[in-house]
Nanobody, 117 residues
Framework: QVQLVESGGGLVQPGGSLRLSCSTS????????MGWYRQAPGKQRELVAI???????DFADSVTGRFTISKDNALNTVYLQMDSLKPEDTAVYYC???????????WGQGTQVTVSS
């Protein structure tokens, strides 16, 4: 069974930073596109950032320039560094692993990020 284990959420003031982590097995990490999505109350889940096996990245317009996605191949872990956080970044953040060719898609349990003074 595929597991995506997330950590790093919490409460932070506007303008602050948080780093989310997501670890999985090597066979998933090496060949799946890893990403982060978020879902705010009353809204649909939306893409935040993705990173391919080759290290190519893509970001939602709303987080470009503030968030960074990276991966540690030795630890099979993907990170989401979130800087200059805004109240509108408040949401449950989900780690995702997706293999477009195989049509497989896995989700982590979600971690709450709250940006508030």
């Amino acid at each position: 069974q595929v597991q995506l284990v997330e950590s790093g959420g919490g409460l932070v003031q506007p303008g602050g930073s948080l780093r989310l982590s997501c670890s999985t097995s090597k066979d998933i990490f090496d060949i799946y596109v890893m990403g982060w999505y978020r879902q705010a109350p009353g809204k649909q889940r939306e893409l935040v950032a993705i990173i391919t096996g080759g290290g190519n990245t893509d970001f939602a317009d709303s987080v470009t320039g503030r968030f960074t996605i990276s991966k540690d191949n030795a630890l099979n872990t993907v990170y989401l560094q979130m800087d200059s956080l805004k109240p509108e970044d408040t949401a449950v953040y989900y780690c995702n692993a997706r293999h477009y060719g195989l049509g497989r898609n896995y989700w982590g349990q979600g971690t709450q990020v709250t940006v508030s003074s």
